[in-house]
C-alpha cells in the first residue's frame, strides 16, 4: 500500500524533483525503512562512546568510530579536521555523593564540566547563605567557610502539572507553522529582549562567581544547585568552571535533584544541622586543546557540478550526566546513517556530499562556526572564499530522537518550492510542514550567518524538552528506533536530490557583517 501510494504522489508531481531518478527514491525508501543499522550507530556512539565533552576521551572513541565507520562504508577524504584550539578536556572519574546527617540518604546529584573534584572523601556540614548581592555575600561570609559545604537560601519552586512528558506535532500546531507569513523584523524588540536577557545572565553570573572565589579562597568543600527542571529523577547539568587552557579549575559544584536541594534548605532552615558525604574525582586533560570535527566526502561525479558540494551534519558533543542520546547522538546516527544509504546503493551524485560531525556545538556552536570560517567566510567582516560559491546547501539534526515533520526556511522563501517537491515523496511518513519560520541554537546557523542555505527539520518533540536534553537520562533507551529510520531515509532523500539537481538551493541576501557574535 506505502509504494502504491508513492508512486501516484510520483505520478501528479509535475516537474518533480527536476527530473530525478523516482525509483532511486523509493529505493532509499526500502533501505531505510527495512535494512537500516540507525540503532546500532547510535549505540556505539553512546553505550560504547559513553558522555562525550568536547576533549574529553569519550569524544575522541565516538570521532575515531566515526572515522572509521566512514571508510569502511568507502567515503573519502574522512579525517578528524581540527578547528582550532578549544581549551581542557574534562572527564568525571567518581562521584559519591550522600546525606550522612540527620539521617542517611544517597543523593543522585552530578559534578558539573570543568569544575574539580574533593581530593578524597570528605564529610562536611552544609551551611545555608543568604545574600541578596555580591557585596553581601562577602561582607556577611568572609572567614566562616573552610571546610563547608554551600547551600544559598533560595528554595526551586516547583509545580506539578498534567501536561505529557511525551510530545508530538499536532495538525492544528503544524498548520499554524505552514502558514506563518513573512514580517518586518522587530529588530528593536529582539535587541532589547537581547539586552535583557544577557542583564539578568550576568548578574547572576558574578553572583556565582563570587560565590565560587570565596568558597575557593576559604577552602570551602563544594557548592549545591539546583533548578525547577531536576524534578522526578531527573538532572539537568552542564558546565560550572571555564574551559579555557589558562584558567583555573572551576571550584566543586554539584548539581542535585530539586527534591534534595530543597529538603536540605529545609532541614537547615529549622535548625537542624545536615552533613554530606562527597568523592568526586575529576581528570582535566590539557595535552591536545584543539577541537575537531569528524568529515568525510562521497565525491561528485559531474564535469561540471562535482567541485559543488551538498553537506549534512549533526553535533557529536554532550554533556556528562548522560551518553548524549538526544543529544545529539541522534542527529550524529541519522546523518552517518543517511550516507550509509547512499553509499550502500551505489549513489553517484553529480554533486560532492560532505558530511560533518561537529564539536564544541554545547559551548557555542564551535566547530561549524569556525569550519564555516576558515572555509567559506567569516561572519566578522563577509570577505567570501571562493568555496563560498561552489556551496549548495546544508542539512542539520539536532532537535532529540523524534521522526522529521518537516523543515525550518529561515526566512529562506525562495527555497519553499523545491522543499516542498523534495519532501513530496515522504508525505505519507509525516512530513509534509514547510514553515518560513527560524529555528536556532544550532549548526545551521553557522551556515545561515553568512548567507548560505542552512537548515534544521521540524522534529517531533517527544521528550527532549521536558526530560532528555542536557540531563542524566538522555540515555538510549530514550531514543525511537522508528523516529530516527523515518529521518534518516528522509535525510538520505533530501540529500541525494540536492546533489542531483540541476541548480542550487536559491540563497537570501548576503549578510553585512557582524564583528561582535551578538550584534545588538
Known amino acids: 500500500m506505502q509504494r502504491i501510494y508513492f508512486l501516484v504522489l510520483l505520478f501528479f508531481l509535475p516537474g518533480f524533483l527536476w527530473s530525478q531518478d523516482a525509483t532511486t527514491i523509493q529505493k532509499i525508501r526500502e533501505e531505510g525503512l527495512n535494512n537500516t543499522q540507525v540503532m546500532d550507530i547510535a549505540?556505539?556512539?553512546?553505550?560504547?562512546?559513553?558522555p562525550r565533552v568536547t576533549g574529553s576521551p569519550g569524544l575522541k572513541r565516538a570521532s575515531d568510530y566515526a572515522v572509521n565507520q566512514l571508510k569502511q562504508w568507502g567515503l573519502t577524504d574522512v579525517v578528524l579536521d581540527p578547528w582550532g584550539d578549544f581549551g581542557k578536556g574534562w572527564e568525571l572519574k567518581k562521584s559519591y555523593i550522600a546525606m550522612s546527617a540527620p539521617w542517611y540518604k544517597p543523593i543522585a546529584g552530578f559534578p558539573k564540566v570543568w569544575t574539580a573534584g574533593t581530593n578524597g572523601?570528605?564529610?562536611?556540614?552544609?551551611?545555608?547563605?543568604n545574600a541578596k548581592d555580591s557585596a553581601e555575600l562577602v561582607n556577611n561570609y568572609k572567614g566562616k567557610l573552610t571546610g563547608k559545604i554551600l547551600i544559598m537560601n533560595t528554595p526551586v519552586h516547583y509545580v506539578p502539572n498534567d501536561l505529557p512528558d511525551l510530545e508530538r506535532w499536532t495538525t492544528a500546531q503544524l498548520d499554524s507553522m505552514q502558514n506563518i507569513k513573512p514580517k518586518a523584523p522587530d529588530t528593536a524588540g529582539a535587541n532589547q529582549r537581547m539586552r535583557r536577557f544577557f542583564g539578568d545572565f550576568m548578574n547572576a553570573r558574578r553572583m556565582a562567581a563570587t560565590l565560587n572565589k570565596l568558597a575557593h579562597d576559604e577552602g570551602a568543600v563544594a557548592i549545591l544547585t539546583s533548578s525547577p527542571r531536576n524534578h522526578d529523577g531527573t538532572v539537568f547539568v552542564q558546565g560550572g568552571g571555564s574551559y579555557k587552557s589558562e584558567d583555573p579549575a572551576g571550584f566543586t559544584d554539584l548539581a542535585l535533584p530539586l527534591e534534595d536541594y530543597n529538603m536540605i534548605i529545609?532541614?537547615?532552615?529549622?535548625?537542624?544541622?545536615?552533613?554530606?558525604?562527597?568523592?568526586?574525582?575529576?581528570?582535566?586533560?590539557?595535552?591536545?586543546?584543539?577541537?575537531?570535527?569528524?568529515l568525510g566526502e562521497i565525491k561528485g561525479t559531474d564535469k561540471k557540478l562535482k567541485d559543488e558540494v551538498v553537506m549534512l551534519g549533526g553535533h557529536l558533543d554532550s554533556?556528562?550526566?548522560?551518553?548524549?542520546?538526544?543529544?545529539?547522538?541522534?542527529?550524529?546516527?541519522?546523518?552517518?546513517?543517511?550516507?550509509?544509504?547512499?553509499?550502500?546503493?551505489?549513489?553517484?551524485?553529480?554533486?560532492?556530499?560532505?558530511?560533518a560531525l561537529w564539536s564544541g556545538e554545547e559551548q557555542g556552536l564551535y566547530g561549524?562556526?569556525?569550519?564555516?570560517?576558515?572555509?567559506?567566510?567569516d561572519r566578522a567582516d563577509m570577505k567570501l572564499k571562493p568555496a563560498h560559491e561552489k556551496f549548495d546547501v546544508y542539512f542539520n539534526l539536532d532537535n532529540g530522537t523524534g521522526r522529521i515533520r518537516g523543515i525550518y526556511l529561515q526566512e529562506n522563501e525562495a527555497s519553499r518550492s523545491i522543499m516542498a517537491q523534495w519532501l513530496a515523496p515522504f508525505a505519507d511518513l509525516g512530513a509534509t510542514t514547510i514553515t518560513y519560520s527560524n529555528t536556532t541554537g544550532t549548526d545551521h546557523q553557522s551556515f545561515d550567518g553568512v548567507g548560505l542555505p542552512g537548515f534544521q527539520f521540524i522534529q517531533d518533540v517527544v521528550e527532549y524538552?521536558?526530560?532528555?536534553h542536557h540531563s542524566n537520562i538522555d540515555s538510549y533507551d530514550h531514543l525511537v528506533a522508528g523516529d530516527l529510520?523515518?529521518?534518516?531515509?528522509?535525510?538520505?532523500?533530501?540529500?541525494?536530490?540536492?546533489?542531483?539537481?540541476?541548480?542550487?538551493?536559491?540563497?537570501?541576501?548576503l549578510p553585512k557583517p557582524a564583528p561582535s557574535r551578538f550584534p545588538f
Open 485 to 509: 529510520e523515518q529521518a534518516a531515509t528522509i535525510v538520505a532523500a533530501m540529500v541525494y536530490q540536492a546533489a542531483m539537481s540541476d541548480a542550487k538551493v536559491p540563497r537570501k541576501e
Open 465 to 468: 524538552d521536558t526530560r532528555t
Open 368 to 377: 561549524s562556526r569556525e569550519y564555516v570560517k576558515k572555509t567559506f567566510a
Open 266 to 294: 529545609r532541614l537547615l532552615k529549622n535548625q537542624t544541622p545536615v552533613e554530606l558525604e562527597l568523592d568526586v574525582q575529576t581528570r582535566f586533560l590539557t595535552d591536545d586543546i584543539k577541537g575537531y570535527n569528524v
Open 43 to 50: 549505540f556505539q556512539l553512546t553505550e560504547v562512546s559513553g
Open 121 to 129: 572523601l570528605k564529610k562536611a556540614s552544609v551551611i545555608l547563605i
Open 319 to 355: 554533556w556528562q550526566g548522560a551518553t548524549g542520546a538526544t543529544d545529539n547522538a541522534a542527529g550524529s546516527a541519522v546523518m552517518m546513517e543517511a550516507v550509509r544509504i547512499l553509499q550502500k546503493l551505489g549513489i553517484k551524485p553529480r554533486r560532492t556530499i560532505r558530511i
